[in-house]
Every structure is written in structure tokens, then in C-alpha cells.
């Protein structure tokens, strides 16, 4: 059986380099390596963008942009994984977070063209879509959004600066960021929760490498019918309970942390995505912990090819 073609634009960038890392010893493909001095020439990353089965854009926007442009108009057979933020809300682009309905999942299988998530609307909408979808948050409520980050999300630029000898000690404390609340992932959290307006969304970013937290607050009384916590707890627990990365914790989990705190990194390394909920009868937090270099990132793409093709989602993930 012949092997599937696989193209990594954009190799060598923090995303680039983990999926890589996760294909590298599958059989059941065939890793095309472009020449380091020809990273950058157009002519050479079109033949090698039209000769794949499937290429993963690891890419700035434009330049992923620019990479769909090279598929030759009678070129029917490559398909597109982007994992950059250029087609998340674009027409003719499947999203890929299969978990979220069997429509999604279904799409996902088919798709010619497919949109990996960003890390802080995986863990987001994870937690929102399910709760629109089923008539249960009003989509024009009014969503905050609180999350924390590693700084291995913002890639290579971001990681030399919290790296630098230069810095030691200037970045010891959470830093927020996107400070005029226009982050580039809010359209992506609007379009793909169902809701209405896009959520109040404050990020931060931590002095760790790799891990986040997503959490968003909510006042039951604005529910479409009263519900709290532990029944928020259950809902998600059947909600995804064929899923396999997605675990459910216990309501008010807590008391089982260190401390009483709630840790960022406890999916590191995983494709797995964690959802908590906190609270009583008037009050929630919902919270979703994931890898964001992982189910954020590259593990979330290679998961998304493993539909595409046909095979066991979870194969060379777990």
C-alpha cells in the first residue's frame, strides 16, 4: 500500500517541529523535506506543496495565504491543514475540532481544506459550543473569558525573549497582554460558540513553557432555565462521553489540588483537553486545561489527518 504524502510548510517554526516530531517514526507515511536553502523559495515549496497528499501550513498568515495560492488549479487531490489563524473563519474551510458535534466530525473526514483551531479557542469553545448548541446558555449573553498561557504559544520570537539572558528576572510574574481587547483569536471564539457577540477575552501569559488554562465565568441566573454546577458537570460528561480526549473532572474538584490551585500544565504532553467546572446554584466557572503546543496546536492537526485519512484518530497520538 502506498504511503501518504505529507508536507510541512513552515518546518521549522515551534509548531512545524512538533508535528514533525509526532510523524516521524509513523510507516505510514512519507515526510517530504524540503532543502533548507530552498526554505523560502516560492517555485521550490509549489512542487513540493502539489506533489503531497496532505500539507500542513505552519505559516504566518499571509504566507500560509500565499502556500494555498501555489496548489495548481487541477491539483483535486492535496488537502490543507492550516494551523495558522489566515482560514479559521473562512468560507469553504472546515474547523477542525471534531469533538465539539458528529456534523463537525463528519466535515472533518471530508474536508479538502481544514482550519486547526487556535490553543485559546479550542479550550473556549469547548466549553461555550455544547451549551449553545443545546439551548441551555443564551447566545447573546454576555461571555468573559480569563485564560493563561505558556509562552511557547506566541513561537519562536516569544519563547527567545522569556529565554534570553537578557530578560532573566524581567518576566517573573503572569503578564497580560492584547491589552486594547482585540486578540486575534476573538473572531475564531464568536463564529464557532454560536454566540451572538464575541466574549470580553483577557489573556495572560505565564513565565512556563508549555500548558493552559481557558476559564470563563457565568451567572446561572441568565440560563435559559436554572441549572448549576454539578448539572453543568453532567451535561459535559454525556455530552462528550465518546470522546476520546476530552476527560470530564469531578464537580468542584478543588480539594484534590495542591494548594487548592488549579495548575495550567496538567495536560502537557497529551492531546487531552480537561474540562473542570466550579460553583453553586448562582454561580460558575467553567474551565478547559489543555497542552497548548498539543490538543492547542500540533496534536490537534495530526489528530485532524488521522479523520482525514480514514484511521483511528488516535493512532501515533496516544
Known sequence: MAKVKIYVDGQEGTTGLEINDRL????????LK???????????????????DIVFLCLPDEVAIESVSLIDGDNLSTRVIDASTAHRTADGWVYGLPELSPEHRKNIADAKRLANPGCFP???NALVYPLVRENILPPDYPVTCCAVTGYSGGGINLINIFESEENKGKLNSP?????????????????HSGLLNPPVFTPIIGGFYRGMTVAVPLRTDAFKS??????????????????NFIKIAPTNVQDEFEWGFMNAESCNNTNNLEILVFGHDDCVLLAARLDNLGKGASGAAVQNMNIMLGIDETYGII
Open 175 to 191: 503578564c497580560f497582554y492584547s491589552l486594547p481587547m482585540r486578540h486575534k483569536h476573538l473572531p475564531e471564539m464568536q463564529k
Open 34 to 52: 524540503i532543502a533548507q536553502d530552498k526554505l523560502f523559495d516560492v517555485e521550490e515549496r509549489r512542487k513540493y506543496i502539489n506533489r503531497a
Open 226 to 243: 436554572k441549572i448549576n454546577a454539578a448539572e453543568i458537570n453532567a451535561f459535559y460528561k454525556n455530552y462528550y462521553n465518546k470522546q
Open 24 to 31: 516521524k517514526k509513523r510507516e505510514d507515511l512519507e515526510i
Open 122 to 124: 479550542t479550550g473556549f
